[in-house]
């Protein structure tokens, strides 16, 4: 779990349980402060977004989410193969890697949701979706 970001990180979304769920990151902490200057104008006006002065994009975003395991193939794949190797290597125990799988089937809906969230939620903040 991501516990701090550098000076040119920004959460995007997250919770007092996952703070930085979804992180972007900018070359500068300018940039920072010139993207979080626009999404308050954005949120504090009604002025049309063609009229908001330009902004920066992040040039990178990360997922505490992992999008990439909700999918049925995601979850039966690329989830089930990592925690697995997780156990061949000592990490966690048997039990663990079994409980890992077992809850993960179970909650495969919450899963898809709250993974969906993150996603919007976030492109939402980045001005992709209105």
Known sequence: MVQSLPNVGLSLCGDDDLPNEACAYFASEEDVLQFQNRVEQQLDSDIPDEQLSNVVLPYAITFQAHPEY????????????????????????????????????????????????????????LGWFK
């Open 70 to 125: 909700v999918t049925p193939t995601g979850i039966k794949v690329n989830y089930v193969n990592t925690v697995k190797l997780m156990e061949e290597r000592g990490f966690i125990s048997r039990e663990t890697y079994q409980h890992a799988c077992e809850d993960a089937s179970r909650n495969f809906g919450t899963l898809t949701r709250d993974c969906l969230d993150a996603t919007v939620s976030t492109a939402v903040v």
